[in-house]
């Protein structure tokens, strides 16, 4: 079997058949969460459940603003942790105490690959896994600019049209970073194009899955996995 055809899946059932989910995207930096999965939890907040962007780095006041923007655009609301400075964010007691308290109630939690090049990325990484270190919440891995060739996709959400327009606004508004070369609108394109290939489809976000709560599946997705 081919990597393309294994990674293929059928459509989930539409998200209005099950209830309302609590999501949590978890983001070292404002515009990871954007980067990596903005068209899902997008499409978790246009389908009625609650979605939330834990950002890791809030001591600067600008990027926090531009992220509470982001986080608006996309349906979301943001949460900042204000002693993390990016850069140099560290795996502390008190920073795992303080996602703790935001992903308690979650049923899905999405954050970075550990295998990535950015220090920051994998301490949000390693403070994710601290956190639900007591939980069987779901939990999803998404791919940054810097994550490493370990990141195994194992589910893929359909990039819309509609989903694309959102996440562009969403990150359009960091505009602190507009001359980020990942963040234009080719690459964005560029990615979801080559990740549908693998999966056999025409544009999707790349998640690979860590562990799965046995619960309805609460997105129309093409997947191998729920995220």
Known sequence: MSE?????????PEPHLFGPLNVVGVSPHADDAEYGAGCLL?????????VTIAL????DE???????????????????????????????????RWLEEH????????????DDTHQDHR?????????????????????TPSSGQSFTPTA??????????????????????ADRPYLQQDHLALKDA???WLSGHPAVEPFEVVRQRLTPPPVAAVTTGRC
């Open 42 to 50: 997008a499409a978790y907040a246009a389908a009625g459940h609650r």
């Open 156 to 177: 893929f959400h359909p990039v819309t049209e509609h989903l694309a327009r959102v996440r562009q606004r969403a990150i359009e508004l960091h505009r602190s970073q």
């Open 4 to 12: 393309r055809s294994h990674a293929r899946a059928a459509a989930l």
């Open 103 to 114: 992903v308690d109630a979650a049923d899905v939690v999405l954050a970075p690959h550990p």
């Open 123 to 143: 301490a949000t990484s390693a403070i994710v896994r601290a956190a639900l270190r007591r939980s069987g919440v779901s939990l999803c891995w998404y791919r």
């Open 194 to 196: 080559w990740f549908g």
């Open 62 to 96: 600008v990027r926090t603003a531009e992220a509470k923007a982001a986080a608006v655009a996309l349906g979301a609301d943001l949460v900042a942790d204000p002693s993390g400075h990016d850069g140099s964010l560290d795996v502390t007691r008190a920073r795992v």
């Open 56 to 59: 890791m780095t809030g001591v």
